[in-house]
């Protein structure tokens, strides 16, 4: 998976429940492929946008179903992303899609806006 291509996937992982006879649950998740930021593990990915209002999610690669189930949804052309040096040194994504931008920094998390947006959008 390359960054910025938007693909759907299908996850399976092991969620106990006494009301359901299969414990393990299967998810499709839609989004695009960002630069991992530095704190996450080789073995995990992250895909924007994220559940909640988040700006994004982490997937675990050996969650992911392993029969050619990752399609691509859209060229790398429909998705710009951008690596922006935070104030701190800290590098973020910011990421222009159909719904907008967004960016992986904290403050994008809390505000739905931030610093890095107006870098990218000037």
């Known amino acids: 998976m390359k960054i910025g291509q938007s693909i759907t996937i299908k996850t399976r992982y092991f969620s106990p ?9 299967t998810e499709e998740v839609t989004g695009v492929v960002i630069k991992n930021p530095s704190w996450l593990a080789p ?3 992250a895909i924007a946008p994220g559940a909640n ?5 982490v997937i ?6 392993k029969s050619g189930e990752v399609v691509v949804t859209k060229t790398a052309k429909e998705v710009q992303t951008w ?4 104030s701190k040194g800290n ?4 990421m222009r899609t159909g719904n907008g931008y967004s960016c ?14 107006s870098m990218v959008e000037a």
Not at 91 to 94: D, L, M
């Open 83 to 86: 690596t922006i040096q935070g």
């Open 17 to 25: 429940s006494y009301h359901r006879n299969d414990p393990y649950v």
């Open 60 to 65: 675990s690669t050996k969650h992911i179903v």
């Open 104 to 117: 992986t920094c904290p403050g994008f998390t809390f505000r739905k806006s931030c610093k890095h947006l």
């Open 91 to 94: 590098e973020y994504t910011v």
């Open 53 to 57: 209002g988040q700006p994004f999610r």
């Open 43 to 45: 073995d995990l990915i």
